[in-house]
């Protein structure tokens, strides 16, 4: 078994149970962020697009505003289900994307949002990218912002620290921190034969709408791993645990729903 295959399998598990759950918190967020992403794709009617880890379509729907010829696909057959359902007449595909189908050089665009964090073996997939773009074809990204950077990510990674414990059995999974930043991302994309072009770190203010003592249930809807970590947890602490995650994030809380940052990086790259 290669590196972290147990942590593809456990991702792959999370977000076939995940999809419903996820587009109930994420599909406000993704209205302020897809759009952003889509347009650094520079899209004409001719473009032919590929959307890797396409969750619920939102960037296939986007994308379609343009171009007609555009694929959506991701490893969970749940997401893929999904998408279908809310987006009828557009087409989406189960596929791995560190195994990808389709023949060499036949994309334009390729569109990835917050999918690299969930890859097993993410330069495979960048190197899978390489391949199916046609020469001058563009990637274009999003990852979320350092641990420390991310009220919502890093509140968790503290209380845990605090309160319970990560040796809790979870997978090892790759680094998460390597393409939130400039130049290991430009390292990682020019070793696959990709030159980045453009790097933004955009700071997204993003309304939950709901209240802080819903956090706890969104921590397991909306992430494999966080759903893997609370749950993993002596079940003496976890009391403790959510009781601190929901006092932290009432100083986010105004009128009963959480407001805070969700900072991200938008990184766009070319085949030379």
């Known amino acids: 078994m290669t590196e972290f295959e147990d942590f593809k399998n456990f991702e792959k598990e999370g977000w076939e149970e995940r999809a419903y759950t996820y587009d109930k918190w994420a599909s406000a967020n993704a209205k ?26 939102y960037g296939t729907n986007e994308i379609a505003k343009i171009s007609h010829n555009v694929i959506g696909t991701d490893f969970a057959d749940a997401m893929v289900l999904e998408a279908k359902k809310q987006n009828p007449g557009l087409k989406f595909e189960q596929g791995d994307a560190e195994n990808l189908k389709y023949s060499d050089n036949i994309f334009t665009k390729i569109l990835c949002t ?16 390489g391949r199916v773009l046609k020469q001058n074809g563009l990637f274009v990204f999003t990852v979320w912002a350092p641990v420390q950077e991310s009220p919502f990510f890093g509140m968790l990674a503290e209380t845990i620290g605090e309160l319970g414990s990560y040796d809790v059995g979870l997978p090892t999974a790759p680094p998460i921190d390597d393409f939130s930043d400039p130049d290991r991302a430009s390292e990682r994309l020019s070793a696959q034969g990709l030159v980045m072009t453009n790097f933004e770190a955009i700071n997204n203010i993003f309304n939950i709408g709901v209240p802080a003592n819903s956090i706890p249930q969104m921590y397991r809807e909306v992430a494999v791993r966080s759903k893997g970590l609370l749950d993993s947890q002596d079940p003496k602490n976890l009391p403790a645990i959510e009781s601190k995650l929901i006092e932290r994030f009432k100083e986010f809380e105004i009128n009963g729903s959480v407001s805070m940052p969700f900072p991200y990086r938008l990184v766009t790259a070319k085949k030379i």
């Open 114 to 129: 917050f999918g690299i964090l969930h890859f097993a073996h993410p330069d495979k997939a960048i190197k899978e990218v």
């Open 32 to 57: 302020q962020i897809i759009p952003k992403a889509v347009n650094a794709l520079a899209l004409s009617k001719e473009d032919i697009v590929l959307e890797l880890a396409s969750g619920p379509g």
